[in-house]
């Protein structure tokens, strides 16, 4: 016997039984970014690795640790790591920004190589929104809502806290990284390797890390807010008295930065305490720069991504309430010399009719109690039965598989029968 393959470590497969949630999950995200006039774009899963280099930032754990990049001839390439870079060269590519605004939105696999674990894959699925070509907190305004909107939808609203801190502009950010770093200095002790090597290269991130003695030491670390520009200053205060406005509840976390280079001004994250350690739901914020660092016209742009991974743990955790579609709503069941052919034409007619129903035509042979069995395993609502009598009479027999009840109509009669009962 062969030896079995199975799936890479940290990618992984979604069963039949699970796919549902997934699609639920997915239909509300859509069409929730539909709602407000956002528009889908889909971007390639392979892009050029100077992409990601450029746009991220060299010095970054997804660049430096986490991309899967090869060669194809003399071309290096990377799996997209996120969304926002693939969407920003599209739109310099094919000229969609150009004295334009646009608000998009996608959804996707993405890829890091770092270690699996419950809400953290190497395979990963995120919905992600770019707005290009607005400059005013106003739209910073609407991705908040637009996100506080979905987790209404989503049932998990009173498991999500928004955390809110503006980075200013990149001249604020190098004034605040020599305090910040002086500062850390005088507790080089508390740092672990890894963030002594951020010291030199990215020390902002040393603010979000996870070792509670270096956290109660940063609680006295000069903040970022008072390094602010007075641009960023003005800008902060309009989106938060938005905010207040709006009833959106938050809280100004002077730690939060974000892990990617390409943010300015507004960052924000969507927390929950219901995942353990995989906190963050959604994150996103201003990248301002980042059109022209890539070779296009000076644009301004903000967005988020969320992990649809931990949306999906996050709704099994706290809603109980989901309403899945049925996997099959009707069941055809047909033996007997004759039936065959009834039975194809009467599901092809019910498709046609009632097009927002699942329709399961039985093929695998067998006596009825066989199929009814089978009907009751895929969770039918209906059996519609044709026998040797039925096919001849243009009759069929329907069950109704979860009262008992049954009644045998016209095979001209059933589609009026099933709009009712649906």
Not at 6 to 31: F, H, Y
């Amino acid at each position: 016997m062969a030896k079995t393959i199975q799936a890479i470590r940290g990618m992984n497969d979604c069963a039949p039984t699970e796919s549902p949630l997934w699609q639920w999950v997915e239909d509300k995200v859509r069409n929730v970014l539909q709602s407000y006039g956002y528009s889908e774009v889909r971007m390639p899963i392979v892009e050029s690795t100077p992409l990601f280099a450029r746009a991220i930032g060299e010095v970054t754990d997804v660049v430096s640790k986490e991309m899967y990049t090869f060669w194809d001839n003399d071309e290096q390439l990377t799996l997209r790591p996120e969304g926002t870079a693939g969407c920003v060269r599209a739109a310099i590519e094919h000229g969609w920004i150009y004295n334009n605004e646009q608000r998009l939105w996608y959804m996707g696999p993405m890829f890091r190589h770092e270690r699996p674990q419950k809400g953290r894959y190497r395979q990963f699925h995120q919905a992600g929104v770019e707005v290009f070509g607005i400059s005013n907190p106003e739209i910073d305004a609407e991705l908040i809502l637009l996100t506080a909107r979905l987790w209404k939808e989503l049932g998990i609203d009173q498991h999500v806290s928004l955390q809110l801190n503006s980075i200013g502009s990149l001249e604020a950010r190098k004034n605040y990284r020599s305090a910040l770093v002086e500062f850390l200095q005088q507790h080089i002790d508390l740092l672990s390797d890894e963030e002594k090597e951020r010291l030199e290269k990215n020390p902002l991130r040393i603010l979000d890390s996870k070792n509670q003695a270096l956290q109660e030491v940063l609680n006295g670390a000069p903040k970022l807010l008072d390094y602010l520009d007075e641009e960023s200053r003005t800008h902060f205060a309009q989106l938060c008295t938005l905010l207040d406005e709006m009833g959106i509840a938050y809280e100004v976390n002077p730690k939060l930065v974000r892990g990617l280079d390409y943010y300015n001004k507004t960052v924000f994250e969507w927390v929950t305490s219901a995942l353990g350690a995989q906190g963050t739901v959604c994150g996103g914020g201003r990248y301002d720069g980042l059109v022209e660092q890539l070779g296009g016209h000076a644009t301004t742009g903000v967005g988020f991504a969320m992990g649809l991974e931990r949306l999906v743990l996050l709704v099994q955790e706290v809603n109980q309430h989901i309403d899945l579609p049925r996997a099959v709503d009707i069941y055809v069941v047909h033996t007997g010399e004759g039936t065959t052919l009834p039975a194809f034409q009467l599901a092809e007619k019910l498709r046609t009719d009632l097009p927002h129903l699942r329709i399961m035509t039985h093929c695998s042979g067998g006596n009825f109690k066989k199929q009814f069995k089978r009907a009751d395993k895929v969770g039918a609502k209906f059996a519609l039965v044709i026998g040797e009598s039925e096919a001849q009479n243009q009759q069929v027999v329907v069950k109704d598989l979860l009262g008992g009840e049954q009644q045998v109509l016209a095979q001209a009669d059933v589609v009026d029968f099933l709009k009712t009962a649906f």
